[in-house]
T-cell receptor
């Protein structure tokens, strides 16, 4: 069975500081991994994804994530936080090799302090 | 349209009332998903369509939940005899390709259901 664990339901950083949001997964099929962002009262927007190939994936808004198979991790980072990065972030893993449905983590709320 | 469109955006239902939530996926998208997102939680899978065929309904919580996509485009999620525990955001998502190709799954803004 597939599952996702996001360590830390709330993360607070100062503007300009490094952002690190942690995600660990388990998967019985080759993992496709995703990070989505959700702003208040809005749907989910894809930040980045890993399917195959390069393990360091770059996404929108300066975010990137590295797939580490040995650690079963897919942590999200951004070198310098902006106030506009404050949102809910969800890590997800492909749950089915047939349908492509996703299993999501519980989410991490990122707070950015001025 | 340019994105996944859902209606209504907000719905307040009295307990026991039936509700219908509509999803217009991105034109040409083969795959369509419904998810349920409770307050403070991650989205949970409900059901999956490939064109008009409902290939996976393993996430539907009870037989009060029913989804259809009769012509392979617009989909409707129906909840009968709503209960308070049904209060959540219902997210629709679509993807261009069928199956697990890794193609991007695009989400709508959700239908917020409150059962009182």
């Amino acid at each position: 069975a597939q599952s996702v664990t996001q360590l830390g339901s709330h993360v607070s950083v100062s503007e300009g500081a490094l952002v690190l949001l942690r995600c660990n997964y388990s998967s019985s099929v080759p993992p496709y991994l995703f990070w989505y962002v959700q702003y208040p009262n809005q749907g989910l927007q894809l930040l980045l994804k890993y399917t195959t190939g390069a393990t360091l994936v770059k996404g929108i808004n300066g975010f990137e994530a590295e797939f580490k198979k040995s650690e079963t991790s897919f942590h999200l980072t951004k070198p310098s936080a902006h106030m506009s990065d404050a949102a809910e972030y969800f890590c997800a893993v492909r749950a089915s090799s047939n349908t492509g449905k996703l299993i999501f983590g519980q989410g991490t709320t990122l707070q950015v302090k001025p | 349209g340019a994105g996944v469109s859902q209606s209504p955006r907000y719905k307040v239902a009295k307990r026991g009332q039936d509700v219908a939530l509509r999803c217009d996926p991105i034109s040409g998208h083969v795959s369509l998903f419904w998810y349920q997102q409770a307050l403070g939680q991650g989205p949970e899978f409900l059901t999956y369509f490939q064109n008009e065929a409902q290939l996976d309904k393993s996430g539907l919580p009870s037989d009060r939940f029913f989804a259809e996509r009769p012509e392979g485009s617009v989909s409707t999620l129906k909840i009968q005899r709503t209960q308070q525990e049904d209060s959540a955001v219902y997210l629709c998502a679509s993807s261009l390709a069928q199956g697990a190709t890794g193609n991007t799954i695009y989400f709508g803004e959700g239908s917020w259901l409150t059962v009182v």
